[in-house]
């Protein structure tokens, strides 16, 4: 019986390891923690990893163009997969979230972040434009 007791705690956590995670782990709110001009490993640090280096360009002054992509969640989407997963026995941690990640670009000039913002928001003739002023 004591066994029986103690294992519940641990089948509540594997079950809910799927799903739920993600959404938390992805969070958009994490974008608050940017700061233009920061370093790509401060960046690293505060965010995560990138789920994808889109590439690298030189742009018109010579400068390397560096593009992030992170996939980030609306934080409501854990908390609606979450309630949901109670009442249906947790069969929607086992899926994946409902919403699509929201996809956000990071624009690096050598190191430093020059702009961030939503994939869709960026058009590619800006791209040769972005500039570092250094002093």
Do not use: H
């Not at 505060?46 to 889109?54: A, F």
């Not at 992170?70 to 409902?98: E, H, Q």
Request: positive net charge; glycine residues 6%; aromatic residues 12%.
């Amino acid at each position: 019986m004591k066994k029986l007791i103690l294992s519940i705690p641990l089948l509540f956590f594997l079950l809910n390891g799927c799903g739920i995670l993600i959404p938390l782990t992805y969070n958009k709110d994490k974008l608050t923690k940017l700061d233009l001009l920061m370093s790509k490993n401060d960046v690293r640090i505060r965010i995560g990893e990138p789920d994808e280096i889109r590439g690298s360009i030189t742009n018109v002054d010579g400068d390397i163009v560096t593009v992030w992509q992170y996939d980030l969640y609306p934080k409501s989407v854990a908390l609606i997969n979450f309630a949901f997963g109670i009442p249906l026995f947790t069969l929607t941690w086992w899926l994946p979230p409902l919403k699509a990640p929201d996809t956000y670009w990071m624009y690096f000039v050598g190191d430093k972040l020059a702009q961030w913002g939503r994939a869709g928001d960026w058009r590619p003739d800006v791209i040769m434009q972005i500039r570092l002023k250094q002093e």
